[in-house]
């Protein structure tokens, strides 16, 4: 028996007494009557708005391409943002990473509907991997979510980016080992004559490995003293390694190279040549940008070198000298360049950022991890314009 029943037009809520439930019928798009339930007027009237929410939602998203629908769930639009959007903005190796990432963000929240994620459970997710020892990725993690949210927003798949709610982890500030020059000097001394000159481009010309592993002997004009450097040679998964542009347009251009750095090449050219010449199978033909090249540091079959192979060597090289080598690697080197530029007091941040290609100067003054000389030499300098008896700062001592 059905009381209440709304007469014909717009359907209104009523009871029905043989199932002992409350209906709230509405009309669907094509005119099919829907009739949801619920044990009270209100919950059935909150289970009809979901329908019609859903059903408006998804007559939003019915033109959109790639089978976008309100059901769209997070593992799948990150799937799409990678390969639609990721892959034309971003390196190869970047979008490996990119790859990694999003895959964490699956195994925990995967399976949500877009429109349906909620700030807290992105907070969740940002705790624990935060908790599982890793701040700095938690925070990359979040990051990257709020980016693919906002194409998720721009789509109109979600309302909101509910990822820009969540706050950040603190990443605490470690105090990394940097190498004086004398060090510097010691370690090059002592490192496998394989790996020395890729060494030196790292540790005295404040490269990156990757600008180093890519470089060309077309490149290098040994004669001059100069370089150009044009590309980077980066891992991805899968791939291997794969040449690509440096990491910031201001690395790339001609530089002058250290007579350390020049020397260690032109040693290395010969042993190059050498190699090639004692090689019982062709190397490998390297092609970039149309332009067929011979990369500078390879493996005796002519392959491009690893990262690992570079960094092991500055690890052997340093337990030799007598330096924890788990301290060390190949970043060791540019964080070592800026630090003792700085510390130096010649030259000012941006020169420093100026002569290791960042884009930005907060990037290097994260990169200074001892300011050495440089407060005493401000302090004396201080003084010297605001204390006439500026005749005692020769008895400061550092």
Known sequence: MVVNRAPRG????????????????WRKADGRLGKPTGRTRAAAEASRNRHIADEAADAKLGSLADGFHAGTTLAELGRWWLDHVAVHRVRVTTWSTYDKQLRLVGTRLGNVPVRKLRADQVATMVSELAKSGSPSRARNVRALLAQVLDEAVNLGLADDN?????????????????????????????????????VALCFVQGWRVSEALGLAWQDIDLDAGAVRLRRGSTYADGIGMVLGPPKTNRTAGRQLLAPTALALLKAHRQRWLDMREEAVVAWPAVTYDGEELDLVFVTPLGKSMLRQHVDKAIRRAAEQIGI?????????????????LYASGDLDLEDVARFVGHSDVSTTRGYVQSEGERPLMVSRKAFEILDSRSNQLDDLEP
């Open 162 to 198: 509910v990822a820009k709610k969540v706050r950040s982890p603190r990443v605490p500030k470690v105090q990394r080992r940097t190498l004086s020059p004398g060090e510097v000097s010691q370690l090059l001394a002592a490192c496998d004559e394989r790996y020395s000159a890729a």
């Open 10 to 25: 717009q359907p209104d809520p009523y009871f029905d007494k043989a199932r002992n439930v409350w209906v709230a019928p």
């Open 324 to 340: 924890d080598p788990s301290e060390v690697g190949t970043h060791t080197g540019r964080r070592s360049v800026v630090t003792n």
